[in-house]
């Protein structure tokens, strides 16, 4: 969402807008519209701005992160809309005034909500800059109100071009050091921001709502932010899209891997906005992660769950004390977190042992805080799962979150209600078992999974009784290869033909194995699975010319001794698929595809040694 406010305010020294008041109206101004002046004068002498917060979402758990915080004009003015309301400061000179009143209203109203998670603060780059706010006047003002630094993130808006990027570097600097972080608004849209982003290397980065409406109907858009998440992760840098409006939308974020998003979708602005979001964002969040999971279900490598590393843990209510919440830690001192639930089961927070004993460690934070609600110390933003993703989404949703998911653990669901915890050193025993077993079973020349990891895949597709095709893929010739230019070479194309097989298939629903030597089955369930054996038996026939000298390639082949000693001609070695249509319910077990693939297969060699067909050769009987 395009900013609303400049959520900071700087004036001259330790003066109130009140105080300031009466020297800046007494200086010329420009003409405006007839009366516009005296309102804005007296918006500011009644303080009649309203603050509005809208949440910023984890669409990979279904929590807020935080607020940013929005700004309003009395309903019945023309300066009503942050934009009327700015442009009649600036024509009038108040606009110090107007954004320090802004940035008050804003951290007291966000003080009476109570809201948890980090609160977003629109600033120019000039107010960063205006040596009176790096006096400490922020910062006084926000230890008044009981906000801490880290709490707050400086969301810089750029309204005119920024030059001097030394300058602002160094300011950045400056409120980093004292606690502050960094957001770039509107990436995408200002004069200059991705060189804003490469000079200052903020937090976060917010994309214009130009790339997240209509994203589903839009390729080029979708590889736009796709890149710009792959250059957030490099520049350890987190990426939040705004203008998120349409299911459609939301849902092509999320498979991209977009970590927070705000629109009017997840919520809209709101003087008093919910800690939750509603229901139908956690549906959408458990859609597109079925749908991932259901992917990753076909591509057999994926079996187990998250549910394997649940632990059945005590919880709290928001309404809890953080004294109980100590109580409770120090009667289980087994328990590393304990997640925050609502009253319909939905996990809002998770408070770390760790962080709850350190911040009663420091003097009165205990005599402040003990009798405060818990919501206060907890996580907002935890890691939340489904009991049913699989163990490398649940390891990839930790590593591109915060660096403490790991340390503190993540919160398992089953639609969207709490069930119980995990840590992430489960998780981690648990890949490297996964990565032992997988490693016992894969062929150690392609590290494609070996007959053990295919015979169960094609195990898994029976009893699941979906459609799928088991294509057996083999090279022609490839043993008077191997007696004419060595052993080595024949494992360069072994190499050759399983990497080009994998990046033929589709990844999300394909299967590639390797049976031994110049063998590979493929279990197909692409739609368009005849049109890939097809380019893959072109691209690998073309490719394997590299391992010829010039001569046998002019040849296309070459003379070489036979098992009875004779000299015969050798054509070069090519690649022949035979391939096997399987309905449900027709086939019980993988020794039965295993022959019929095979019969294929030699269906295929033959067809290609009398120059018949391409090297494909279908069996359509089963279907």
């Known amino acids: 969402m395009a900013p609303v406010t400049q959520s900071t305010i700087t004036t001259q020294g330790n003066k109130t807008p009140a105080a300031l008041l009466s020297a800046q109206a007494a200086q010329p101004v420009k003409t405006a519209f007839p009366g516009i002046e005296h309102q804005l004068l007296e918006i500011i002498r009644k303080r ?25 004009g009395p309903s019945d003015s023309p300066l009503h809309t942050p934009l009327n309301l700015f442009r009649a400061a600036a024509m009038y000179g108040l606009s110090n005034i107007v954004e320090r009143l802004c940035r008050e209203i804003v951290m007291e109203t966000f003080c009476q909500l109570n809201l948890p998670g980090k609160l977003f603060l629109n600033v120019s780059p000039e107010c960063l800059l205006n040596a009176h706010f790096r006096e400490g006047e922020t910062v006084a003002f926000m230890q008044k109100m009981g906000i801490a630094p880290e709490q707050v993130i400086i ?33 995408g849209e200002g004069f200059s921001s991705l060189r804003l982003w490469s000079e200052l290397m903020p937090d976060y980065v917010k994309m214009d709502m130009h790339f997240s409406q209509g994203i589903h109907q839009d390729k080029v858009k979708q590889h736009f932010v796709q890149t710009i998440q792959n250059l957030a992760k490099i520049a350890n840098c987190k990426v939040i899209v705004e203008g998120i409006e349409t299911e459609a939308d939301f849902a092509v ?88 639930i609502d009253a319909n089961r939905k996990p809002v927070g998770l408070i770390s042992r760790h962080k709850l004993i350190d911040f009663f460690a420091r003097q009165y934070s205990r005599e402040l805080f003990g009798k405060r609600s818990c919501i206060q110390l907890m996580d907002n933003a935890p890691a939340i799962v489904d009991k049913d993703i699989s163990i490398q989404s649940l390891s990839r949703v930790l590593v591109d979150g915060a660096q403490h998911h790991l340390s503190d653990g993540f919160i398992i669901t089953e639609n969207g209600q709490y069930i119980g915890i995990g840590t992430g050193q489960d998780l981690m025993r648990e890949i490297t078992e996964q990565q032992i077993n997988a490693a016992r079973y894969a062929n150690p020349l392609t590290l494609l999974p070996g007959n053990v990891a ?31 230019y060595g052993y080595s070479r024949g494992d360069d194309i072994i190499e050759y033909t399983g990497k080009m097989l994998q990046q033929a298939c589709d990844i999300h629903c394909d299967f590639v194995g390797h049976i031994g030597g110049d063998d590979f089955l493929i279990l197909f369930q692409s739609h368009d699975w005849q049109e890939r054996c097809e380019n893959i038996i072109q691209q690998i026939n073309a490719g394997l010319q590299q391992f010829f000298t010039r001569e046998d390639r002019h040849n296309k082949g070459y003379m070489e001794e036979n098992r009875q000693g004779e000299k015969v001609f050798v054509p070069l070695v090519s690649l022949s698929i035979g391939a096997v249509s399987i309905e449900p319910g027709l086939i019980d077990s993988h020794a039965e595809i295993s022959t019929l693939a095979a019969s294929a297969k030699k269906m295929a060699k033959k067809q290609a040694q009398k120059g018949e067909g391409a090297g494909l050769f279908i069996d359509r009987r089963t279907a």
Request: aromatic share 8%; glycine share 6%; net charge negative.
């Open 48 to 72: 009649q701005l309203k603050a509005l917060f809208q949440p910023i979402l984890d669409m990979r758990n279904g929590s807020y992160i935080g607020y940013e915080g929005l700004i309003r």
């Open 253 to 340: 974020l999320h498979d991209i891997g977009i970590p927070y998003g705000q629109g009017y979708l997840v919520a809209r602005p709101a003087p008093l906005p919910g800690i939750t979001p509603d229901n139908k964002i956690h549906e959408l969040i458990q859609a597109r992660m079925a749908a991932n999971g259901q992917r990753e279900r076909r591509t057999g490598r994926h079996l187990v769950r998250a549910e394997k590393l649940l632990i059945r843990s005590p919880f709290v209510t928001p309404d809890t004390t953080n004294d109980q919440v100590y109580a409770l830690m120090t009667h289980m001192p087994e328990l590393h977190a304990v997640p925050v």
């Open 155 to 187: 969301e810089l808006t750029e309204h005119q071009p920024t030059y001097d990027y030394g300058l602002l570097r160094d300011a950045v600097l400056h409120y980093r050091k004292q606690g502050f972080q960094i957001a770039i608004d509107d990436l």
């Open 454 to 484: 295919i015979n169960e895949e094609i195990d898994r597709l029976l009893a699941e009784r979906v459609s799928f095709v088991a294509a057996y893929c083999d090279l022609d010739n490839f043993k008077p290869f191997n007696d004419r």
